[in-house]
Nanobody, 118 residues
């Protein structure tokens, strides 16, 4: 069974840093063509934060570019989101997503809460 589990979310002050991890079970890393981080703040739609494709190419939302970095460790079946210079507007539940184009499959984690106070 494919499973994604996020961790690392907590409460920090503005300007601080957090490191989120997404641990994958099963063969997710071998089948995922792209992995993404999304976030959803209260009362807002879920938005894409960062994406990393199989060859390591990354893309970021404009609001986090230069502050957030994502990477994947295929040997450890883990994707990481390093978040620096955090702002109150980064407060949200952060979700990990993995997508396989061949299998037409989309997998989600349960989310981890990040709260940034001013």
């Amino acid at each position: 069974q494919v499973q994604l589990v996020e961790s690392g979310g907590e409460s920090v002050q503005s300007g601080g840093s957090l490191r989120l991890s997404c641990a994958a079970s099963g063969s997710i890393f071998s089948i995922a063509d792209v992995m993404r981080w999304y976030r959803q703040a209260p009362g807002k739609q879920r938005e894409l934060v960062a994406a990393i494709v199989r060859d390591g190419t990354t893309n970021y939302a404009g609001s986090v570019k230069g502050r957030f970095t994502t990477s994947r460790d295929n040997a450890k079946n883990t994707m990481v989101l390093q978040m620096n210079s955090l702002k109150p507007e980064d407060t949200a539940v952060y979700y990990c997503n993995a997508q396989s184009f061949l299998l037409k499959a989309d997998y989600w984690g349960q989310g981890t809460q990040v709260t940034v106070s001013s």
